[in-house]
């Protein structure tokens, strides 16, 4: 499994975009990066994911480097609810894979 | 209900007792995995089923872990002879888990606390 580095916390204002880096520079071809979060006292929500492509949907935007050796997830209008750990996760694309849980970003935002 | 639902929430043992961990799948998923998360840490993989099949039981900690999904829906984790050191949030989480897919999103329940005294 590629491992991953993220920085252990981050603060954004409310209503300004969240850019949270993760760097995966041991993905491996067909490892696509997912980006899940846990909110305090709740099980971990899956954001979003991508292969190689930029992806964007309606919680989040997900930028990959065209080495695919980092990416960055984007919360274009960051509000309070969105403070909880952010956790980025390279995973093979077929069924029955585990998810390997890194130490993730904590994001706080703040009014 | 839509979404990955566990029971109970919270759970209080004293050493020794056997528990039981409850986990209702997303309808119709087919993978279902176990996860167990320590105070202050991510999740950690624990075992995984397809359908009935328990297909990969490598992070159960030792042999007083089972988890079973006997007729390929609800699951159950079981601990038997419980240690403080197994107090942490047990999470669940389904997946739709079909071959012909590229990518296989896991969801996830909201987990059950374990306090063991």
């Known amino acids: 499994d590629a491992k991953t580095t993220q920085p252990p916390s981050m603060d954004c204002a409310e209503g300004r975009a969240a850019n949270l880096p993760c760097n995966h520079s041991?993905?491996?071809?067909?490892?696509?990066v997912y980006w899940y979060r846990q909110i305090h006292s709740q099980g971990p929500q899956y954001i979003i994911h991508?292969?190689?492509n930029n992806e964007t949907n309606e919680m989040a935007s997900l930028i990959i480097t065209e080495d695919r050796k980092s990416s960055t997830l984007i919360l274009p209008h960051a509000t309070l609810r969105d403070t909880a750990v952010y956790y980025c996760i390279p995973q093979r694309g077929e069924y029955g894979n585990k998810l390997v849980f890194g130490a993730g970003t904590i994001l706080r935002v703040k009014s | 209900g839509a979404g990955v639902s566990q029971s109970p929430r919270y759970k209080v043992a004293k050493r020794g007792q056997d528990v039981a961990l409850r986990c209702d799948p997303i309808?119709?998923?087919?993978?279902l995995f176990w996860y167990q998360q320590a105070l202050g840490q991510g999740p950690e993989f624990l075992t995984y089923f397809q359908n009935e099949a328990q297909l990969d039981k490598s992070g159960l900690p030792s042999d007083r872990f089972f988890a079973e999904r006997p007729e390929g829906s609800v699951s159950t984790l079981k601990i038997q002879r419980t240690q403080q050191e197994d107090s942490a949030v047990y999470l669940c989480?389904?997946?739709?888990?079909?071959?012909?897919?590229?990518?296989?999103?896991?969801?996830f329940g909201p987990g059950t606390r374990l306090t063991v005294l």
């Open positions: 991508g292969l190689k």
């Open positions: 989480a389904s997946s739709f888990g079909v071959r012909s897919t590229t990518t296989d999103t896991q969801y």
């Open positions: 309808s119709g998923h087919v993978s």
């Open positions: 041991t993905i491996s071809g067909n490892e696509y």
